[in-house]
């Protein structure tokens, strides 16, 4: 029973870290450490049981006699501690899988690697392609290159604006409609707040600002970069496509240096 009990715990521990390795759903890697945890429990629990006395029994105490010393050891070495082994090993390891992240992501070069091209149509996260008067003046939405509604690095926002008050190249922004990536270039939070009375894009984690009308470059915080644009065009059916992909690599600077 114990020996069960270990074996599920080392298996849910290990395929908790390969999942986490692969990005699968961290809910599933919950899932996978709770069992793990239940399985370290269980064996605790039979272990405590086996240890019982299976009766109240006492005798008196005595100093035992002095034996002359063995040149055999004693030792409980065996099943339980190799398994207690493993179960530490997998433990440790996926201990080990989330440090992962925090490492520096490989070098992007301009114009890859984030699912944008020239032509692609930009949709909302349902997946329904956008009109350039889709979007009201002052509004803003949340957009995605069509079919891959899964690339988090893509996520774009798209504000319309002013025609008149417009400063950068009308070419890239038809019917006042501009697109920036969603990523703040401080430390990769989502930029999720856009006040049209000041044509300001702010980012809520650590309060950079980024001023829409010149491009989303930083006016205040400690982002000292301007939030890559996409540039913008009509199609052929009259849904707004990209030029390309973004002007700059997306992300903090440290996700663009190499390693």
């Given at each position: 029973?114990?020996?069960?009990?270990?074996?599920v715990?080392?298996?849910?521990?290990?395929?908790?870290?390969i999942?986490?390795?692969?990005?699968?759903?961290p809910?599933?890697?919950?899932?996978?450490?709770?069992?793990a945890?239940?399985?370290?429990?269980?064996?605790?629990?039979?272990?405590?049981?086996d240890?019982?006395a299976?009766?109240?029994?006492?005798?008196?105490?005595?100093?035992?006699?002095?034996?002359?010393?063995?040149?055999?050891?004693?030792?409980?070495?065996?099943?339980?501690?190799?398994?207690?082994?493993?179960?530490a090993?997998?433990f440790?390891?996926?201990?080990?899988v989330?440090?992962?992240?925090?490492g520096?992501?490989s070098?992007r070069t301009?114009?890859?690697?984030?699912?944008?091209?020239?032509?692609?149509?930009?949709v909302?996260?349902d997946g329904?392609?956008?009109?350039p008067?889709?979007?009201?003046?002052?509004?803003?939405?949340?957009?995605?290159?069509e079919?891959?509604?899964?690339?988090?690095?893509?996520?774009t926002?798209?504000?319309?604006?002013?025609?008149?008050?417009?400063?950068t190249?009308?070419?890239?922004?038809p019917?006042?409609n501009?697109?920036?990536?969603?990523?703040?270039?401080?430390?990769?939070?989502?930029?999720?707040?856009?006040r049209?009375?000041?044509?300001?894009?702010y980012?809520?984690?650590?309060q950079?600002?980024?001023?829409?009308l010149?491009?989303?470059?930083?006016?205040?915080?400690?982002?000292?970069?301007?939030?890559?644009?996409?540039?913008?065009?009509?199609?052929?059916?009259?849904?707004?496509?990209?030029?390309?992909?973004f002007?700059?690599p997306?992300?903090?600077?440290?996700?663009?240096?190499?390693?």
């Amino acid at each position: 029973m114990k020996n069960a009990l270990m074996a599920v715990t080392i298996a849910a521990t290990l395929a908790a870290a390969i999942t986490a390795a692969l990005h699968i759903d961290p809910g599933i890697v919950g899932v996978l450490v709770a069992v793990a945890f239940a399985g370290v429990a269980g064996w605790a629990g039979k272990a405590a049981i086996d240890l019982r006395a299976p009766d109240d029994c006492s005798e008196p105490r005595h100093r035992p006699a002095v034996t002359a010393t063995s040149d055999i050891p004693v030792t409980r070495a065996g099943v339980f501690g190799r398994l207690w082994g493993f179960a530490a090993g997998a433990f440790a390891l996926a201990g080990l899988v989330p440090l992962v992240s925090l490492g520096r992501r490989s070098p992007r070069t301009r114009g890859t690697g984030t699912g944008w091209a020239r032509g692609t149509r930009l949709v909302t996260p349902d997946g329904q392609p956008v009109r350039p008067g889709d979007v009201a003046v002052g509004g803003v939405t949340t957009v995605f290159p069509e079919g891959r509604l899964d690339a988090g690095d893509a996520a774009t926002l798209l504000i319309r604006v002013d025609v008149d008050a417009m400063m950068t190249d009308h070419a890239l922004s038809p019917n006042g409609n501009l697109a920036f990536s969603k990523i703040c270039t401080h430390a990769g939070c989502p930029v999720a707040i856009y006040r049209h009375a000041d044509y300001l894009l702010y980012c809520p984690c650590h309060q950079s600002q980024f001023a829409v009308l010149f491009g989303a470059k930083p006016v205040s915080g400690p982002a000292t970069r301007a939030l890559p644009q996409l540039g913008l065009e009509v199609g052929p059916d009259g849904y707004l496509v990209a030029r390309g992909d973004f002007n700059a690599p997306v992300g903090p600077d440290d996700w663009n240096r190499p390693l």
